[in-house]
Every structure is written in C-alpha cells, then in structure tokens.
C-alpha cells in the first residue's frame, strides 16, 4: 500500500468514525407566536426561519458530521440572539421588542443575513430587494412602536 | 450595661438583614419588582428569587461607567443600561426553574441568575 492510499484510507476511517459524534436534531417548541403582515411573514418564514426558530427543517448534510458540528452551532447561537418562536416573549418587554426590530432592521439592510453560505445553499435564503424593503419598513415601524411603549 | 447590648443585638440584627432584604423582590402595584445593580465586575444580588407564574419586573440599575447589556437568553430579555441608569424589565408569567443572565457586552462579568419559585 503506497502513501498516497494509505492517506485516503485514514481520512475516510476518520470520516467514518467522528459520525459517531452525532449532533441531536431537534426542535424544541410548538410552532406559534410570530405574527406580521403576511408579505414580511413570509420571507421571514422562507429566509430566516431555517435558523432563528425552532421550525428549522435540517437538510441531510445536517447529519453528517463535520458539516453538522458547523451546522448545529450556527443554528444554536442564532436561535439565542433571536428566535421567532419566543416573538410574543419579547414583545411582552418594550425595551427588548426595540432592539429585536432594530437589530433585524440592521442586519438586513446591511446584507449580513441572510448568510452568504445560506444564501449559496438554499433559494429560500435569498432574499428580493421588495421583500428585503418590506423587513426593513416592518421593523422600523415595530421599534417605534416598541419605543412609544416603552415610554409610557 | 443592658441597653449598650440591646443597640450591639439590633445593629448585628440590622446588618445581617441588610443583604437579604436587598434581594428580596417587592411587591409593587401588584407586580413583584426585583432590583439587581451592576457594580462594574459583577452582579448584586447575584440571584434574584420571585415568584412562578406571576408576571414581574426587574429594575437594573448600571452603576458602572460604561454601558451593559442586560441579556437574558433563557427569558429572552435583551435591553442596554447606559451608565447611571436604571431600567425596568418586564417579564412575562414565569415556570419555576432557575433562569441566568449576564451582560452581553462583557462576558468576563459573572452570570446572574433570577429563581422563580
């Protein structure tokens, strides 16, 4: 056995073997809770959904190891910083409904999100200059709102 | 010298209840208010006990002189404290359990935790 089959061979007995660090595939929560206007609902439900939400429908690749190491992180801490199935959570508070409307205002009319890896993977991640215009005006509409509230 | 031991009793009685009546929420037009003061390195109290399934507010205060990001991920509360400050977050009917937060800013600041029972 030459070196350069030696090297296949060890790299496919380490693909092989790290399969067994499997990540859980999971959605916690019952579907629910975000509510807009049904333009915005649906790029939102199509774009952003995949990963800020526990309705996350997990390609196949999310299973093989270590694109699912990569995969499931992502998903973990976007879910974290906003997660549209705790939108009536935030709401409850004002001051946090503001900055959830203002940071997504932000990240995307800045083009930060969707991601460009999701973006390359999946259609749904790419979003039109009308359904990016109708984000943005949803959301600053909802931070004013939000800030009205708050100062009540 | 009874009275000079009764002052001693009361002071030691005053000081050691000082601390606990601090982080005891209070009861405040019907909603519990938790309070909770940032000293620049940490939280204070560092747990804040309220009560389940009742609405409540906690009030942070930002005694610091640069601004915080009071984040609770698992009440999915996020709001900044300017220096000086003091903010009022709501917070919705709550599941007993043991709920953390920290200052997303900075995150060398030691965890805080809210105890709903």
Not at chain 2, 15 to 26: D, H, K, T
Request: net charge positive; aromatic share 10%; hydrophobic share 45%.
């Amino acid at each position: 056995m030459n070196r350069r089959t030696r090297g296949w061979l060890v790299g496919f007995a380490t693909v092989v073997a790290i399969q067994a660090l499997r990540m859980p595939v999971r959605n916690e929560r019952a579907p629910g809770g975000f509510a807009a206007p049904t333009t915005v609902q649906s790029a939102v439900r199509a774009a952003c959904f995949q990963c800020h939400s526990e309705h996350a429908r997990w390609p196949w690749y999310a299973q093989i190891a270590p694109v699912s190491w990569f995969i499931h992180a992502q998903v973990g801490e976007a879910r974290k910083r906003l997660n549209f199935t705790a939108w009536k959570d935030y709401l409850y508070d004002p001051g946090t409904a503001a900055r959830k409307f203002g940071a997504i205002d932000q990240m995307v009319r800045s083009g930060a999100m969707p991601p460009w890896y999701f973006r390359a993977l999946s259609a749904r991640g790419r979003l039109t200059p009308a359904q990016r215009a109708a984000i943005e005006s949803w959301a600053i509409e909802g931070r004013a709102d939000a800030l009205k509230a708050e100062s009540h | 010298m009874p009275c000079r031991k009764n002052v001693i009793l009361m002071f030691l009685a005053a000081a050691a209840a000082g601390p606990l009546a601090f982080s005891q929420p209070v009861r405040a037009g019907g909603a519990t208010v938790a309070a909770v003061r940032f000293n620049g390195d940490r939280f204070e109290p560092a747990k804040l006990t309220v009560p389940a399934n009742q609405p409540f507010k906690v009030e942070v205060t930002n005694a610091d002189n640069k601004a915080i990001e009071f984040e609770s991920f698992d009440l999915h509360r996020e709001r900044v404290v300017r220096p000086g400050e003091t903010i009022t977050v709501y917070m919705a009917p709550t599941a007993p359990g043991h709920y953390t937060f920290c200052d997303d800013f900075d995150h060398s600041v030691t965890e805080g935790a809210i105890e709903a029972r």
